[in-house]
């Protein structure tokens, strides 16, 4: 059964920086294309940023770009989002994703970003 486990966030005043860790277990993680979504109070839950499988293709939201840089190491099953830049709309549960065709899909379990002074 595979499992995802997001760490990394926290309380950080605006235009701070967190970094955050999603460490995958259970399955092959280079087989899956790694996303992070963000779900702040009363919203849905958007895509902020995805990786292909060797990080050849990325893409972001528009409202983080040039602020968020997502990454991935395959050989310590684990995805990253460095947030820079950060603003109060930032503020949300972040969560990481795995996905691949034809297989299940795997989400963690949030991890809390707050933006505030």
């Known amino acids: 059964q595979g499992q995802l486990v997001e760490s990394g966030g926290g309380l950080v005043q605006p235009g701070g920086s967190l970094r955050l860790s999603c460490t995958a277990s259970?399955?092959?993680?280079?087989?899956?294309?790694m996303s992070w979504y963000r779900q702040a109070p009363g919203k849905e839950r958007d895509l902020v940023a995805r990786?292909?499988?060797?990080?050849?293709?990325?893409n972001y939201a528009d409202s983080v770009k040039g602020r968020f840089a997502i990454s991935r190491d395959n050989a310590k099953n684990t995805v990253y989002l460095q947030m820079n830049s950060l603003k109060p709309e930032d503020t949300a549960v972040y969560y990481c994703?795995?996905?691949?065709?034809?297989?299940?899909?795997?989400w963690g379990q949030g991890t809390q970003v707050t933006v505030s002074s």
């Open positions: 994703k795995a996905e691949r065709m034809s297989s299940a899909e795997y």
């Open positions: 990786i292909s499988r060797f990080g050849i293709n990325i």
């Open positions: 259970g399955f092959t993680f280079s087989m899956y294309v």
